[in-house]
C-alpha cells in the first residue's frame, strides 16, 4: 500500500496543477503500476482547487477506465476537497 501526503506535496491549498502533475506522474502511476493499492491523505488540506483534482486523477480514469477508483482511497478529505473530488470523478464517468 502506499500512501501519499498531499499537505507534504501541495500545501494546505492543494492548487498547483504543475504540483498536481508530478504526484501523479512520479508517485500515484508507479503505484498503481505496480499493482500497490492507493490512499491520497488530505489531512491538513483545507481548500483545493478543481483543476488540482483534474490533473491529479482524471488522466488515470482516462486510461484505465473508472474502475481504477476501486484502487485509490481518499483519506482525510473536508467536506470542501470531497466535494471537488467527487465533481471530477462524475465529470470524467460522463465524458469516458
Not at 488540482?52 to 482516462?62: A, G, T, Y
Amino acid at each position: 500500500m502506499t500512501e501519499i501526503k498531499i499537505l507534504k506535496e501541495a500545501g494546505s491549498f492543494a492548487e498547483n496543477k504543475d504540483i498536481a502533475k508530478r504526484i501523479r506522474e512520479k508517485k500515484i502511476m508507479p503505484a498503481l503500476e505496480a499493482g500497490n493499492p492507493l490512499i491520497l491523505d488530505f489531512e491538513g488540506v483545507d481548500s483545493s482547487t478543481q483543476s488540482f483534482i483534474h490533473v491529479l486523477i482524471s488522466e488515470l480514469i482516462r486510461t484505465n477506465g473508472p474502475n481504477v477508483l476501486d484502487e485509490i482511497s481518499f483519506k482525510n478529505c473536508n467536506t470542501t476537497v470531497e466535494k471537488i473530488i467527487k465533481i471530477v470523478v462524475y465529470y470524467m464517468q460522463d465524458t469516458i
